[in-house]
């Protein structure tokens, strides 16, 4: 299983493209197709799903990307002089937020991990809920039956008259 995760974690910054592209091409198709000037209205439930896959994704990507810039075959030390950090070093690392520092005798720390991580993560996170919520929602509304609007007969005013056909 563990094995199974830092394949996970490995390939997914290589692969984030690629499902990315993917996601994004789907939904500028499903775009396309859609009416011109059709007004706003709930989006399906293809379309969430495809959003909530191309935000996981994202987010997945740069976790990975995040975890993994603070990883180094050889011992801590030799990763941190990597990184251009002089002196002894102890290497921390935390799950969410991503972060690995190399930290110093001193205590100064140098973050390993780019600034730009955690955002992603947290904003992918957040959309994924969203689009699951939303999609979930969509469904859930299509399989309500709907209130029917009462007889043109039973209203106050009289019915509109329907043109004759034309044979």
């Known amino acids: 299983m563990a094995s199974l995760l830092f394949l996970t974690l490995a390939l997914a910054p290589f692969l984030t493209p690629i499902v990315v592209v993917a996601a994004a091409a789907a939904l500028a198709q499903r775009a396309h197709t859609r009416l011109p ?7 399906s439930a293809t379309t969430c799903a495809l959003v909530a896959v191309l935000a996981d994704t994202a987010a997945l990507g740069a976790y990975a990307y995040g975890a993994m810039s603070g990883f180094y075959i050889l011992d801590p030390g030799q990763m941190c002089a990597s990184w251009g950090v002089q002196g002894d070093h102890i290497v921390t690392r935390m799950t969410l937020p991503v972060s690995a520092q ?3 005798s001193g205590g100064v720390g140098t973050e390993l ?3 730009w991580v955690n955002p992603v993560v947290f904003v ?11 999609g979930t929602l969509t469904v859930v509304r299509r399989r309500l039956p709907r209130r ?3 007889a043109p007969e039973t209203r106050d005013h009289q019915p509109i008259p329907r043109p004759p056909s034309v044979s």
């Open 37 to 43: 000037y059709s007004g706003w209205r709930q989006p």
């Open 102 to 104: 190399c930290v110093t």
């Open 113 to 115: 991990v780019p600034g």
């Open 124 to 134: 992918g996170l957040t959309v994924f809920v969203l689009a699951l919520a939303t």
């Open 148 to 150: 029917e609007d009462p």
